[in-house]
């Protein structure tokens, strides 16, 4: 298991920007991708961005142009730039990390998009 702590969570308004972090411990095994998911209230777990290690991203529809996934390999850390946010994007957002032997999560940071 890989523990991952994210920061850069909070309040803004509509049209706002935010910046996610996340940081990985160190792991036995290579992290093959890392990514961002995110669940509003009622509603099931989904995919933001996904960033795998040779640096291929993959976006959710509703995000994209709008939010940007990085990955520095060497510090095991990933960030999601987020821009022109809207009161959709409200939500709790994970961390992800997925090694060979399965994921890995991290306990979530709160976005509120007020409109």
């Known amino acids: 298991q890989v523990q991952l702590v994210e920061s850069g969570g909070g309040l803004v308004q509509a049209g706002g920007s935010l910046r996610l972090s996340c940081v990985a411990s160190a792991s036995k095994y290579p992290i093959n991708a890392m990514g961002w998911y995110r669940q509003a209230p009622g509603k099931e777990r989904e995919l933001v961005a996904i960033i795998h290690i040779g640096g291929t991203t993959r976006y959710a529809d509703s995000v994209v142009g709008r939010f940007t996934i990085s990955r520095e390999n060497a510090k095991n850390t990933v960030h999601l730039q987020m821009n022109g946010l809207k009161p959709e994007d409200t939500a709790l957002y994970y961390c992800?990390?997925?090694?060979?032997?399965?994921?890995?999560w991290g306990q979530g940071t709160q976005v509120t998009v007020s409109s």
């Open positions: 992800n990390g997925r090694t060979a032997w399965g994921d890995s």
